[in-house]
């Protein structure tokens, strides 16, 4: 090619590109914006709460819930585990009132071994009404431990009717962590569905709940 041609359109070539210098340097600047966007905006966040039982083995009969993920609020992480026993597992609770004390200290192998029976996603106003069941409990007056009327399903209850749940206390279940988890999977289970929750565990006989209560 003449060297007169090829410098042509080499000049009109770069006077093309002049041209368009403002589209491309808006198009770049949004692209730029959009990169910065996605890494400024956080991940999807959501706190997810699963009810546990532990019945048929050597240690006490407990239930318990595992909240875990992530607060929309603050992007905190959350990673707990909370229960309600007797200080001291003795011949004494079968006679009335003992100490009683929040626990959090529910390990792998533990949980492992116990019985999930559902798994929901919870609001970060819900997962603070279940705080505030978790404090109120952790700071009743002594002895706060009684196998009849306060023990750890009495707690898992509590905790449920603050997220919403019907959570009603039959007395023949309240020494049951399994049945009653179990007779409170079956009392919820549209609401459950309704919030996309995973369930478990499904009972071996059918709910018998009756009209009830919602918390909230």
Same mark, same amino acid.
């Given at each position: ?48 709460? @699963? ?12 239930? =318990? +819930? ?18 309600? @026993? ?9 006679? /009335? ?57 009495? =707690? +898992? ?58 918390? /909230?």
């Amino acid at each position: 090619m003449p060297n007169g041609l090829e410098n042509i359109l080499t000049f009109q070539y770069f006077r093309s590109i002049v041209t368009r210098l403002p589209h491309l340097s808006q198009f770049f600047g949004l692209a730029l914006a959009s990169v910065l966007l996605a890494a400024a905006t956080p991940a999807s966040a959501a706190v997810r709460i @699963t009810f546990y039982s532990k019945q048929l083995s050597s240690s006490f009969p407990h239930s =318990f +819930v595992v909240m875990s993920g992530t607060l929309d609020r603050s992007g905190s992480r959350i990673d707990e585990d909370y229960g309600f @026993t007797a200080k001291s597992v003795s011949p004494a609770i079968l006679m /009335g009132s003992v100490k009683g004390e929040v626990v959090n200290d529910h390990d792998a192998s533990y949980v492992r071994h116990s019985d999930s029976h559902f798994t929901l996603t919870i609001s970060d106003a819900e997962y603070d009404r279940a705080m505030a069941t978790v404090e109120r409990w952790r700071t009743r007056r002594q002895p706060s431990y009684d196998l009849g009327s306060r023990n750890c399903i009495h =707690f +898992v209850a509590e905790i449920a009717a603050s997220i919403g749940m019907r959570a009603d206390t039959p007395k023949s279940l309240m020494r049951k962590p399994r049945s009653y988890l179990d007779y409170l999977t079956g009392a919820n289970r549209s609401w459950l569905r309704s919030r996309g929750a995973t369930i478990h565990r499904e009972a071996t006989t059918p709910s018998r709940a009756g009209p009830g209560r919602r918390g /909230g």
